[in-house]
Nanobody
């Protein structure tokens, strides 16, 4: 069974840090770009950060730039989201998603984006208190 499982969410005070993990099982992440998304109550889901297959390309939303860092360890089949200087507006359900990258691209290992996700995790709740 192919699945992504997130962990690391919780309740933290404003200014605190959390590290989220996204572990893939049943398939190899070596062929997938990964994105982290979040959805706050009453709001649409937004892309927070994405990372390419080789880890060399990352995109981070302006709202979290300088505070959040995405990384991956393909040997562990795991992607991380390090979140520092958390704010109450960062509260939401954080989910990771995997996109199988077409090998027809010029540089498939260097691509990451927030569209065309093939598999989603169930999410982990992050709550930041003021």
């Amino acid at each position: 069974q192919l699945q992504l499982v997130e962990s690391g969410g919780g309740l933290v005070q404003s200014g605190g840090s959390l590290r989220l993990s996204c572990v893939a099982s049943g398939f190899n992440l070596d062929y997938y770009g990964i994105g982290w998304f979040r959805q706050a109550p009453g709001k649409e889901r937004e892309g927070v950060a994405c990372i390419s297959i080789d880890g060399g390309t990352t995109n981070v939303a302006d709202s979290v730039k300088g505070r959040f860092t995405i990384s991956r360890d393909n040997a562990l089949n795991t992607v991380y989201l390090q979140m520092n200087s958390l704010k109450p507006e960062d509260t939401g359900v954080y989910s990771c998603a995997a996109e199988k990258i077409s090998q027809d691209l010029d540089y498939p290992d260097e691509y990451c984006g927030f569209g065309g996700m093939d598999l989603w995790g169930q999410g982990t709740q992050v709550t930041v208190s003021s």
